[in-house]
């Protein structure tokens, strides 16, 4: 058993994500700075920071210099001195050593790998979408996220600025809904000040309604699974249910998202408590991939899929004009903007080259999977998966 400390915060999917892996592999771990003294916190933060500029933060086995970018957080590191970022990568790390005393958390079967990685990163990159705008648009007058988030940050604050750093967050957030999908209709009023209503963003067309209709296929999706069957991949916890954790658990301390989920899918939330809990740890049953995953694929292969084809298409689209500037920083510029269409509803939205690098990522497992294995997913198990078939 090692000790690991995860840079990160309690509002963050995958931060718990990163909890509940450590807590499966059998490692103990302390999230920081909320549980570290004020001394401990500041020079870990120095620590971190200047690894960050000199770009010796490291992403398990290696980091792709053309499309990754660091993040705001999480990160871990063991002895303080290395630091590691990417809650999926952290499974792979984990799963890396001779002697395992977790079952690996990454299935070793082609096949259940390569269903792993798609379900990874449909929660990683379309799950947050929709979370981001369940906390921010659904409970948007509720979520204590900027409240909680400044306490956890008060080690690296002067005395009295709690309050201060958590309308800042409150706002900063908001602002973000529109990068991260969630774009609100014109005039759009939740009852709360400026500050804190989802921005509506000219020549957008607005997204809650598809948002909406998402997250809630997801979530029946992991009812239905749920009512057949502990884990995603079968009897046990892998990489894609911490995803799947991280993301919709998210959601778990911002109260109207927490008791739509409640009132829609019981089962979900038992499960999310109980992976809060620690509770997936006991479980040891076989894997599988069974039908009990359709729905989920099958919306997997309506969002996330879509979505990816659609970002790489604008990629390639926007580096042949001569466009350098991608991600967050050319949203706030107007630059790198593409129109595409999901669940038949319009969107606009910024070229991300980190999901350049995940699609491809998941294009090159589907291509390096024997024909046979590829035939048995899209023929007998999940008939969506022909979308990652298209050219
Ligand atoms: N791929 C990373 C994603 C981490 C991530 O996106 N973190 C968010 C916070 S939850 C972030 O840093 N966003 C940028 C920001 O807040 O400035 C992982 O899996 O750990």
């Not at 920081?32 to 500041?42: H, K, T």
């Not at 992403?59 to 970018?69: G, H, I, T, V």
């Not at 379309?126 to 204590?144: I, N």
């Not at 749920?226 to 995803?243: E, I, V, W």
Request: glycine content about 6%; proline content about 7%.
């Amino acid at each position: 058993m090692t000790q690991f400390i995860l840079w990160g915060l309690t509002a963050s999917p995958y931060q718990l994500k990163m909890q509940s892996l450590l807590d499966y592999a059998g490692h103990s771990w302390e999230r920081w700075p909320d549980q570290a003294g004020r001394w401990s916190a500041l020079t870990m933060a120095v620590r971190l920071q200047s690894a960050k500029r000199r770009g010796a933060v490291r992403r398990f086995p290696a980091m792709s210099a053309q499309f990754d970018e660091y993040p705001a957080v999480p990160f871990y590191t063991q002895d303080g001195d290395v630091f590691y970022y990417d809650s999926s990568a952290l499974a792979h790390h984990l799963d890396d050593r001779q002697q395992l005393d977790h079952p690996p958390l990454v299935p070793r079967d082609s096949r259940m790998t390569f269903v792993c990685q798609l379900l990874d990163e449909a929660f990683d990159e379309f799950g947050l979408y929709m979370v981001h705008h369940m906390r921010w648009v659904t409970s948007a007058r509720t979520t204590p996220m900027g409240d909680m988030t400044a306490r956890e940050l008060r080690a690296l604050l002067p005395p009295g600025f709690t309050p201060l750093l958590a309308s800042r967050l409150y706002h900063r957030q908001v602002s973000r809904c529109p990068y991260l999908f969630s774009v609100a209709p014109e005039g759009f009023d939740v009852g709360m000040s400026p500050l804190r209503t989802p921005p509506a963003r000219a020549g957008f067309p607005p997204t809650h309604a598809l948002l909406d209709e998402a997250w809630r296929r997801y979530v029946a999706a992991m009812e239905s699974l749920l009512a057949q069957q502990p884990f995603l991949l079968g009897g046990r916890f892998t990489l894609a249910d911490a995803s799947a954790y991280g993301q919709l658990g998210m959601n778990m301390v911002d109260p109207e998202a927490a008791a739509l989920l409640q009132e829609l899918a019981p089962r979900t939330w038992r499960w999310l408590c109980a992976i809060r809990g620690g509770e997936h740890r006991s479980a040891k049953g076989e894997l599988a991939l069974t039908p009990a995953l359709q729905p989920l694929m099958a919306v997997i292969s309506e969002t996330f899929i879509p979505l990816m084809r659609q970002n790489e298409a604008a990629y390639e689209v926007a580096r042949a004009r001569g466009e350098t500037l991608f991600n967050e920083a050319a949203f706030a510029r107007g630059r790198a903007l593409y129109d595409g269409q999901l669940l038949g509803y319009p969107f606009r939205a910024v070229v991300k080259t980190f999901q350049v690098r995940v699609w491809r990522e998941v294009q090159a497992s589907w291509r390096a999977l024997q024909a046979g294995d590829r035939d048995m997913l899209e023929r007998d198990l999940y008939p969506t998966l022909r979308e990652l078939n298209q050219p």
